[in-house]
């Protein structure tokens, strides 16, 4: 039987993928301190094919069984979380890397990075291909994700080409789908939680910035191709769709039939102006596409999350 590993697996993204590596026939161990993930995430799991490994992974960790592929989701990635963790988050990405780097190599295990759009920074090239390095201000509060990811890259690299690790790396673009917290702070469930119970929907600046939104299947779907593939270098997995954030608004007040008016807020600092995915190389290597759109995915999230979950019921 195939062993995964997955560190941040109790995650948002985490649980999800841990769900659909268990459907596909894996033995599947989550590690996970639960930072700013949570057991609610993988309470529906049961069985013995999964083990859920409550341990910081800042600190030196083992597993004490053979493990075929290493999925490394773990850190903060909301900004709500990472601006309340800068030294926490450089180090997920520094020595948090560094150890599950090292676990792969142990067990000579083919290691998969979660990286992120972000080492793209607020991009001057656009749509963004993999050979763009990004234009990234280093010292501004969200540096410290930023640039954790692109170490966290760099450090991959290393292992792979100075020690011989089966290693990828992932440049994941948002991504949105059930479990997603309501007071994350990232568009889209903030703005499903306003528009369920007609509050207003708050839009950072004129609302005319871009982002592009894949739905949760999709990209778990990318994770397994890409970790299923012999590549070694960034390949972008993302929904190049790309929408306004007013665009965003205007799509969930039709999809949830909300009284929501709109709102106009000040823009958080560094907040990139435009971000969309180049996905020819994902075409190319590893046959991979989106196939769910945004009114759709919204919908399957309201139907899978529920609107009390969407709303924060219980969690705050
Ligand atoms: P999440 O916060 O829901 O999940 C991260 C998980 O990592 C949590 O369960 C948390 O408890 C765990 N974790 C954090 N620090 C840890 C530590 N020191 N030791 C052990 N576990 C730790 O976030 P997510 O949205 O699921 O993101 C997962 C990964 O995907 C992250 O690496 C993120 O950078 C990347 N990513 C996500 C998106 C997105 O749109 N969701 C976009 C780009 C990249």
């Not at 268990?22 to 083990?51: K, Q, W, Y």
């Not at 009284?259 to 823009?267: D, K």
């Not at 958080?268 to 020819?280: A, E, K």
């Not at 190389?281 to 046959?287: C, F, S, T, V, Y």
Request: proline share 6%.
């Amino acid at each position: 039987m195939t062993t995964s590993l997955v560190t941040g697996g109790a995650g948002f993204l985490g649980s999800h993928l841990c769900d659909e590596l268990l459907l596909r026939g894996h033995r599947v161990i989550c590690v996970d301190n639960l930072e700013t993930g949570s057991l609610a995430n993988i309470e529906h799991i049961r069985g013995p094919e999964f083990l859920h490994i409550n341990c910081d992974i800042i600190s030196p960790y083992f597993v004490d069984e053979p493990v075929d592929f290493v999925y490394h989701l773990a850190s903060p990635a909301s900004p709500i979380d990472y601006l309340r963790l800068p030294l926490q988050t450089l180090k997920v990405g520094s020595h948090g890397t560094h150890h599950t780097l090292g676990l792969a190599k142990a067990h000579r295990a083919r290691f998969l990075l979660a990286s992120t759009s972000e080492v793209y920074g607020d991009p001057q090239v656009h749509p963004q291909p993999e050979s763009y390095w990004g234009h990234v201000n280093p010292i501004g509060p969200r540096g410290v994700y930023d640039e954790a990811k692109r170490y966290a890259e760099a450090l991959t690299m290393a292992y792979h080409r100075q020690q011989g690790v089966d290693t990828a790396i992932v440049r994941i673009f948002n991504t949105y789908g059930a479990r997603m917290r309501p007071y994350d702070g990232r568009a889209i469930p903030t703005f499903l939680r306003q528009a369920l119970q007609d509050r207003p929907i708050t839009v950072f600046g004129d609302g005319s910035q871009t982002r592009s939104f894949t739905y949760v299947s999709d990209l778990v779907r990318g994770l397994i191709a890409l970790a299923d593939s012999g590549y070694h270098y960034p390949v972008n997995v993302g929904n190049p769709n790309e929408f306004t954030l007013l665009e965003l608004a205007q799509q969930v007040i039709e999809v949830t039939g909300s009284r929501s008016e709109i709102v106009y807020e000040a823009l958080p600092t560094d907040d990139p102006q435009v971000r969309q995915p180049d996905i020819t190389l994902a075409r190319e290597i590893l046959e991979w596409e989106p196939e769910v759109g945004l009114a759709d995915g919204l919908r399957k999230t309201i139907a899978d999350a529920g609107a009390e979950a969407l709303i924060g019921v219980g969690t705050r």
